[in-house]
């Protein structure tokens, strides 16, 4: 049903319906500024790069090196093909890097986990499995009562009730998929969780409330997100530290508020001076 209708201007202004409203506010632009202390570093990129074919090479990521630390936000921005999800494959074990070597252990030696959540909600799952089956993949392993239980657990943690499981992915909305990725993610114990585009594909208010769950684990677990968007409004939500990619290369990387106010690389520059236009979308293309 079409509940609302005007001009830009007078929707903006004032809004009458509640659902209009909360599209509104899930599209504002937020700024998280949080201090916080140096922590542990739990997986570290050592001169990575990365190409594709064998006769005519395509370089996907020039050489770089990136350090993550236990709790942090790293925020991942730049265009489509700037090399941000063959650099989330890498760190994820998916990929191999061409050079360099990808570090996943704490100082003492202990191994550091890394779970990816995917772009589409839809397509991470099998369409003809229910959502109890495809998460029991991650806990093949236990026993089936411990297995039960993990997964119940893991859907609570994410805020969803335990009679979605009985469901084919078909059945749910988008973003009790996105959540039912995480919980998914959160049955191997990760202390790295990679986000690739994860908030993309949904409208804005279920992108808050999957940006709010991510920072709520972020808080409750000391979990590392990398998050991963051409969105620097998704950026500055989430974000402790900014690395911007282009072109293959890290061009910036600097906590959140260095990097708003005083963007170094003429690329950034552009991206900070077109979210601060109204009614932009600063998504580097």
């Not at 969803?160 to 749910?172: G, M, N, Q, S, T």
Request: glycine share 8%.
């Amino acid at each position: 049903m079409i509940v609302e209708q005007g001009t830009p201007r007078d929707l903006f202004a004032s809004a009458r319906q509640e659902v209009t409203r909360a599209l509104l506010h899930g599209a504002e632009v937020t700024v998280r500024a949080r201090g916080r202390d140096h922590t542990p570093v739990i997986l570290n990129t050592e001169g990575i790069s990365h190409s594709f074919g064998r006769r005519r090479k395509r370089i996907a990521l020039r050489t770089m090196t990136l350090t993550f630390e236990e709790g942090e936000v790293l925020g991942v921005l730049g265009r489509s093909g700037s090399g941000k999800s063959t650099f989330a494959r890498i760190i994820a074990g998916l990929d191999t890097p061409s050079t360099g070597t990808v570090v996943r252990e704490w100082a003492d030696g202990t191994p550091t986990k890394v779970a990816l959540i995917a772009q589409e909600p839809y397509s991470s799952f099998d369409p003809t499995l229910t959502l109890r089956d495809s998460l029991g993949a991650a806990v093949s392993g236990l026993p089936a009562d411990t297995a039960d239980e993990r997964i119940r657990g893991a859907v609570a943690r994410v805020g969803l009730p335990p009679e979605l499981l009985d469901r084919i992915p078909a059945r749910c909305l988008g973003g009790q998929l996105q959540r039912m990725s995480i919980a998914r993610a959160l049955l191997v114990d990760p202390r790295v969780l990679i986000c690739d585009e994860s908030t993309s594909a949904l409208d804005s208010v279920a992108q808050r409330h999957i940006l709010d769950l991510l920072l709520h684990l972020n808080e409750t677990m000391d979990l590392a997100l990398i998050v991963i968007s051409h969105d620097l409004d998704v950026i500055s939500y989430v974000s402790d530290r900014v690395a911007v990619f282009h072109e293959g290369e890290v061009v910036e990387d600097r906590p959140l508020t260095e990097f708003l106010a005083a963007p170094a690389h003429p690329y950034s520059r552009r991206l900070v001076a077109l979210s601060a236009e109204p009614g932009s979308v600063a998504d580097g293309r």
